[in-house]
Structures are given as C-alpha cells and as structure tokens.
C-alpha cells in the first residue's frame, strides 16, 4: 500500500526533510520520529511516500497529513490531486494548537477516518487515538558552538515572543471562519479555557528583568521589541532589558548556564500537552522551573516517587517569592532535584515521550486503520 504522507508547517514540508536522520537540521526533531514510523510501517507493507511521488495518473491509496495547513483548500487540492476517491485519510496533530483551534475540534476530527492527538480535552470515541509527544534531542545537542559563561546565573528562559491567542488574528477562525474549518462553540470554548503560557511568560518576564536584571536572561526573537506579526502593528511588544535576542550557541550548553530555566508549555490546562520543554532543561542536568496541567496527576505523582524534579510554578504569587526561594535552596537540595530529574528521565513517562515509542503506537494503529478501510 503506497501512501501520501505530507506534513504542514508554515506550507508543505520538503520531501527531502520529512524522514531525514540528519540531525544538525532542525527539522529533525519531526524528521526522525517520522523516519522510525515510516520503517515500521514499510514491515507491515506500508509505504509512506512524500507528494512528489504521486500524480492525477498514478494516485495514493491513503492519505497521512501531519498537522493542517492554515486554509483548508490547500489539503482539498492536494487530495484531489493526488489522492484516490473515497481513499482513508488519517491526520495526526503534533504542533500546538495555541493558535489552531480546529486541531482540538470534534466537527473538524468528524471529516477524517481516524485522529492521533495528545490532547486528553479531545473526545471522538473510536475515531481518536491518544499518544505522547516525541521528546526528540539531536538537533539541540549538535547544533551550535558552545554557551560560554564566565558563573551560572539564576534563571534562564527562551523562545520566541509570540502574540498571545488575543493578539494574534490568525487566530480567530471560530469567530471569522475564513479558513473553511469547521469549529464548534463548544470546542471553541473549551479552547479559550485553556490558559496562555505565551502570556504568563511575559508576565514572568518583565518581573524577573526587574527584580534580577543580572541574574536573569531570555533568549529568542522579539523580546526585544521588534515585531513578530501583523497583530504587533497594532500591539508593540514591550522590549525586555534581559533580551539576548537568537543565539547561534547550542541551546543545550544555553540552558547549563543557568541554575533553573523555564521549561512552560504554551498552552496549560490539559494533561496531554508535555513538549520537550522540561525534558531538555532536564537533560542538560538543570531545574526547570514549570506550571504543570491542573489535572496533570501522573507528574505529581512521579514526584512522589522519585523526588522533586522541577519548580512548581504554581506555588507562587510574584516574581520576589520565586527569587527568594531560588536563593534559599542549599547546594544539597538543588543536587537531590537534579538527581530526581535524572531518575524521572528514565521513568515510563518518559518513555511514552521518545521517538521510538511514538513511532511504535502510532504504526500499529495506522497498520489497523488502513487495512479496516481498505478490505
């Protein structure tokens, strides 16, 4: 069974990337969980091929699409294209939906064979596969030269300065539906219920620029103050005085020159959204600092069993209660907590974040999905 397998980012994925296993690209990080899903699913007799490989004469027998595309038509041309009628199309959701709401709706879900998607807030029965994120490392570890840092500072955080879901027009198709997908109030609701992690990192932020401007840095595009998109033609973003803006440096080695580094999601209220945040600043053997889903039990409960491993940022108010407590853990104590992260690192739960074990769910339910659909 040959099988179109695309992938959408801001528009359709290179061929030559989706299934790479060169790790200084970035793109590995999607590339290699990919390559393993795509060697398993050739053992079952299921080839995954990228666009190039299909025409209006020579169509696939089933379509996989990694994430959407921003406007619907470009997946309808694509499938008309390419694609057989009536062939079972499978879509799997790996991005945030911080902006894509339609990736949590249970009308756009409705319109495929099957979904894989992390979010424990996705309800479709049957059609709903559930599966953690990869947590995939290479192109941290091998890009970049090394972080130099004369003494470790107190707190670190990167990435990019995005508009909040407020801010960023992109993100109101449940109010302007110009992207022809379909979003439901509910889900739309459920969406907005979610807290934003992009917004509480500012909040963070600015206390910490003002209270530490020594001891704190952020690294990433537009803290700085230069805009990012077109909503910030109408909302400036405030410059941060801690603003290092994007390093070349390997953002492992960044993050070993802080004792605890920001490891927040960008969105926070659901279970099943853990991205690889907390699992680099723990591999590079520091204390991520990180507000876990309310619901989120199982990290709670890990805790218990292997000790402390991350800051709950949960359990406080301001930026001053944070530094005072920073500044009052022992030598012996941050030592224990790294030791836990280490400990957690081989924990089931981890586990189910690694590329092999994603690659593993995810091949034997397409492997049963295609061939139901196909008899």
């Known amino acids: 069974m040959n099988v ?21 690209l970035r793109c590995s990080y999607y590339s290699i969980p990919h390559c393993s899903l795509k060697n398993l699913l050739l053992h079952l007799g299921i080839r995954l091929r990228p666009f190039e490989a299909f025409s209006a004469s020579y169509r696939a027998d089933a379509l996989i699409s990694v994430d959407l595309p921003h406007r619907r038509y470009e997946l309808e041309h694509l499938i008309a294209q390419k694609v057989k009628p009536d062939a079972p199309k499978i879509l799997i959701a790996m991005e945030s939906f911080h902006d894509r709401p339609e990736l949590l709706s249970s009308d756009e879900i409705s319109r495929w064979h099957h979904v894989f998607h992390y979010s424990t807030i996705v309800r479709n029965g049957s059609k ?7 947590s995939n490392l290479p192109y941290l570890y091998r ?59 500012r909040q963070w932020a600015t206390g910490l620029a003002h209270l530490i401007p020594k001891d704190f840095r952020i690294f990433g595009g537009q803290w700085d103050g230069s805009s990012y998109s077109p909503a910030h033609r109408l909302i400036r973003p ?11 440096c390997n953002p492992i080695s960044i993050i070993q020159g802080f004792q605890y580094f920001f490891a927040t999601e960008n969105l926070i209220g659901d279970s099943g959204y853990v991205t690889e945040k907390i699992f680099n600043v723990i591999r590079a ?13 199982r990290l709670a409960s890990l805790s218990a069993r292997v000790g402390r491993f991350f800051v709950d940022l949960r359990e406080f108010n301001s930026a001053k209660a944070l530094v005072a407590y920073l500044k009052s853990v022992k030598i012996g104590e941050y030592q224990e907590m790294v030791a836990s992260g280490h400990l957690f690192l081989k924990s089931e739960f981890a586990k189910e974040h690694s590329s092999r074990h994603y690659a593993e769910v995810l091949s034997k339910r397409i492997s049963l999905v295609l061939r139901q659909k196909t008899v």
């Open 4 to 24: 179109l397998f695309v992938q959408w980012g801001s528009g359709l994925s290179p061929a030559d990337t989706l299934f790479s296993l060169n790790t200084t």
């Open 128 to 134: 709903v596969s559930k599966y953690a994120l990869p």
């Open 143 to 201: 890009h970049g030269p090394f972080y130099g840092h004369a003494s470790l500072r107190l707190i670190g955080m990167m990435g990019t300065n995005k508009p909040s879901r407020l801010s960023n027009i992109r993100a109101w198709p449940q109010v302007i539906n110009t992207r022809s997908y379909r979003i439901s109030l509910s889900d739309s609701i459920k969406w907005w219920g979610l807290e934003d992690g992009l917004n509480l990192r």
């Open 238 to 248: 405030r410059p941060n005085p801690c603003a290092v803006g994007f390093s070349p």
């Open 285 to 297: 053997r520091r204390v991520p600092i990180y507000k876990p889903a309310n619901d989120d039990k």
